[in-house]
């Protein structure tokens, strides 16, 4: 059965604090790992990886992925209050499947 | 920017109406998606649509009835739900269904009394 898998479910950290958010993952006919961030009401866009080793940036907020080890990373560096949210991981396998989402609390 | 926009944002039904969810995209994009997110829950995917015909039905009741009238449309007809659809109901678009991002609208919310 496929899975996705985030770790951890939530994290509370202060204000320029740096957070690594895990997404692990077991599926059939793998294509892309995407990430979201999701505060009050739709997920929005963030990543989206196909290739192993290759981070994408954006701001303070990175990632990567692993092929080999089935898993991505995201890096959150100055955490602001802003960043506050949930954030998900899915995996495009044809359909979409989501794990279970990261809920991060940044306190000022 | 990908703008989604959904109505109703808010629908309160009874367990005998029927009620119907829009979804509209002006981008083009040829895949559309419904998903139903309940409370502290990710995303769950009912349906996708690549070229207006329906591609993927994750055994979703029949009660839940999708409609993709065309490219730029994408309805889903409710009849006889149960208080456990209550959730919130989210369309998502990608320029092709397969390995692009998606980009979500805003939601409806749907209570069911």
């Known amino acids: 059965e496929d899975k996705v898998v985030q770790s951890p479910l939530s994290l509370v950290v202060h204000e320029g604090d740096t957070v690594t958010l895990n997404c692990s993952y077991e599926?059939?006919?793998?294509?892309?790992l995407l990430w979201y961030k999701q505060e009050k009401k739709a997920p929005t866009f963030l990543f989206m990886l196909?290739?192993?080793?290759i981070e994408k940036k954006s701001g303070r907020l990175s990632s990567i992925l692993d092929k080999k080890e089935l898993f991505s990373i995201l890096n959150i560096t100055a955490t602001q209050t802003g960043d506050s949210a949930v954030y998900l991981c899915?995996?495009?396998?044809?359909?979409?499947?989501f794990g279970a989402g990261t809920r991060l609390t940044v306190k000022p | 920017d990908t703008e989604v926009t959904q109505t109703p944002k808010h629908l309160v039904m009874g367990m005998t109406n029927k009620k119907s969810l829009k979804c509209e995209q002006h981008m083009g994009h040829r895949a559309m998606y419904w998903y139903k997110q309940k409370a502290k829950k990710p995303p769950e995917l009912m349906f996708v649509y690549s070229y207006e015909k329906l591609s993927i039905n994750e055994s979703v009741p029949s009660r839940f009835s999708p409609e993709c009238p065309n490219s730029s449309l994408l309805n889903l007809h409710l009849h006889a739900l149960q208080p456990e659809d209550s959730a919130l109901y989210l369309c998502?678009?990608?320029?092709?269904?397969?390995?692009?991002?998606?980009?979500f609208g805003p939601g409806t919310r749907l209570t069911v009394t």
């Open positions: 998502a678009i990608s320029q092709f269904n397969g390995n692009y991002e998606q980009y």
């Open positions: 899915a995996v495009e396998k044809g359909d979409m499947r």
């Open positions: 599926v059939t006919n793998f294509r892309s």
């Open positions: 196909t290739s192993s080793g």
